[in-house]
């Protein structure tokens, strides 16, 4: 099990391959290398916002919208308290992200098994290509030993300079990114008494999902059964594992091979559950 709480977490600005200043708390992160690596993170956008160009990646994103608006294409916005499945090799954008949005967050190596690029290779590289060029507007641009100016996508840049290799987009299995609205599911029982459960989606033949779980004060929930990484943020109450009290906006990952977990709710407690594709 992992745990990471994002009252004790820094804001750490994200590197200039965008423009703007996007501050993010990295709460959790799975294994480089492996094809379900991940990066959960709670972003607030700074002053003068926030914006990329329309753009697409090579890995999977589940988006959960925490306070105000978040303009995720022309014309298309998500509301506070919404989701969004952001698939593998599907265009979105242009993004203009309002100054104080806040939202989680969870980027992970999608069915094709392409994997996720860890912060630490993203950064690095972006560092080196800002010796060679400059990033404006979501763009890199930089000029050959001909003097030929080259354009690129920022994030396409920063993957093939941390891989040295040329970036392949997975064919996508969706034609757009998918919204979801949780106010219009209902709650169903969960097999562990006074517990329910909101499944939104399951996604790909990996059987990515995500979905909200609701305790009463006092259940008992057990986290660990799921066959892939299962990842709970808590959205709203307590709990308590292990002897030991978490508050609102916390962060685990129970992994299979963790195994099974109790996790007690001192008061009413809900989740945002997200299950990483099997491989």
């Known amino acids: 099990m992992k745990v990471s709480e994002a009252s ?9 391959m965008r423009a703007g200043v996007l501050e993010q708390k990295f709460l959790l992160t799975g294994e480089d290398g492996s094809p379900n690596n991940y990066l959960l993170n709670v972003g607030r956008t700074g002053t003068g916002g926030w914006s990329t160009p ?3 990646h090579n890995f999977d994103q589940i988006r959960y919208v925490i306070k105000g608006t978040y303009p995720y294409a022309k014309g298309k916005s998500m509301a506070e308290g919404s989701v969004g499945y952001f698939p593998e090799g ?10 104080g949005l806040e939202m989680l967050v969870c980027q992970f190596g999608g069915a094709s098994g392409s994997g996720y690029l860890s912060v630490n290779e993203r950064e690095a590289a972006n560092a080196r290509l800002k010796e060679k060029g400059d990033f404006k507007d979501g763009v890199f641009t930089y000029f050959d030993e001909s003097g030929k100016r080259h354009n690129q996508d920022g994030f396409e840049a920063c993957y093939e300079e941390a891989t040295g290799r040329k970036m392949i987009y997975p064919k996508p299995r969706y034609d757009d990114v998918i919204m979801m609205n949780p106010e219009n599911y209902e709650w169903v029982p969960d097999a562990s008494p006074r517990v329910e459960r909101k499944w939104l989606g399951s996604f790909t033949e990996r059987d990515a999902r995500v979905g909200f779980l609701r305790l009463e004060a006092d259940a008992t929930f057990t986290a660990g059964e799921q066959p892939s990484t299962e990842i709970l943020f ?5 709990v308590e594992i292990d002897d030991r009290r978490y508050g609102p906006h916390t ?8 195994g099974r977990k109790p996790i007690k709710a001192t008061e009413p407690t809900e989740f945002l559950c997200i299950v990483l ?3």
């Open 8 to 16: 004790t977490a820094d804001y750490g600005v994200v590197g200039s």
């Open 54 to 56: 329309r753009h697409k």
């Open 234 to 238: 808590l959205t709203k109450g307590s």
């Open 277 to 279: 594709p099997k491989f």
């Open 251 to 258: 962060a685990f990952e129970f992994s299979p091979a963790d």
């Open 90 to 99: 599907v265009y979105y954008g242009p993004q203009d992200r309002p100054e």
